[in-house]
């Protein structure tokens, strides 16, 4: 089957399981062994968690990058554009490289329903199996285990922060959900977490299939120096000192230690220099991680959707200078905790604009004002609400004032419907 363009592949897929999430590996494995790819890449990372994938799939893709390895990532979900999900050295493949994938993916899938992110999974396994790669780099969508990320065997895996988000697939406790993520683990190879608390789940589990875990703060440790650079250090070796990273925030070195220690476990694969690697942490870049678009009105931009996420933008904007009023621009999805999001950020903001998200899942924004308010009683008296968010932006830039800041979060979609403007 062939299809004329991009859009149409997308509008395709959607069609072909009634479920858009529908965990659980038979399917998606059974197409790829059909596939026959026999990929000549070279080393593979997974990465799973709940909060700082995509910033880890960056800084291990800009570094590696920089130290002039040829690297494949794919994550999810895009921001602007579909080809985003699927990376060679940073930079999206374009239309026709994915439609040809596409086709590749349908020929072989015979009467199997695919989701979407499975047909775009297996799409990206395609791409990688002919660019050949030195290093592929794969973002888990969602949990570990039945993610369809995990019919590939990693050399590393790598777990970020985990918190509470989708319980209605991965578990309503960390214990559960940690047990999820745990599944990208392989027996004897090694594992990476750069969670400081990870749950006992997530340890009981590399003890039962004899992985070989490195944990923050115990394998691997890093201090900060000053306010531009910090060390690393692995296990009794001497430490090495680095410029931040570019991404803002503390909980980043987190995320940085935790690649650096991967690129550690594959230094018998990967010969990397340490300016390289100094410089991959310089030019890492995501939008829509805290991006400030400064002007008279600091705008920034974050995609923070759970309480974790929340915190560390609540931490963000307290050590970001601002003399006037915050106008919180706030979109989410309707499985999410909004009430804790909201409770998390009360301290950082002084007027909330609601809009609705006119997407699969997107919650109105009645149901967002009520949830906000639960989460933040004395807020009942600040809080507008606007049927798109589109017209909450809007509103809350005509209110802002030199010296104010808007800050607009609580969904991919949220950013990416106002972060274009700013470009």
Known sequence: MRLDNLADWLAYQETLNVNAIELGL??????YERMQLAPQWGAVVTVAGTNGK????????????QCGYRVGSYTSPHLFRYNERICINGEPVDDDTLCTAFARVEDSRGDIALTYFEFGTLAALVIFAQASPDVVVLEVGLGGRLDAVNIIDPDVALITALDIDHVDWLGEDREQIGRE?????????????????????????????????????????HSKLDDSHWCWQWEDCASVHYPNPSLVGDFQLHNASGVLMVLQLLN?????????????????????????VPGAVNRVFDVAHNAQ????????????????????????????????????????IDKWYVGGLNVARGAGADYVAEQVI??????????QTFD??????????QAAKPGDRIVVFGSFYTVAALLPRQQ
């Open 26 to 31: 038979e399917r998606v494995k059974a197409v």
């Open 54 to 65: 995509g910033s880890c799939v960056a800084m291990l893709t800009s570094i590696l990058t």
């Open 181 to 221: 993520k745990a599944g990208i683990m392989r027996y004897g190879k090694p594992m990476v977490c750069v969670d400081p608390d990870p749950p006992e789940s997530l340890r009981a589990a590399a003890r039962e299939i004899k992985a070989k875990p490195y944990f923050i703060n115990q394998a691997f440790r």
């Open 268 to 292: 018998n694969r990967l010969s990397l220099e340490q300016h390289c690697v100094a410089k991959g942490l310089e030019h890492t870049f995501i939008p829509g991680r805290f991006q400030v």
């Open 309 to 348: 996420a929340a915190q560390a933008l609540a931490r963000n904007l307290s050590t970001m200078t601002c003399h006037g009023t915050t106008h919180a621009v706030i979109g989410m999805l309707k499985d999410k905790d909004i009430a804790a999001v909201a409770h998390t950020l009360q301290s950082v």
């Open 374 to 383: 639960q989460g933040v009683p004395h807020a009942s008296g600040s809080i």
């Open 388 to 397: 798109c968010i589109k017209s909450a932006y809007e509103t809350a830039g």
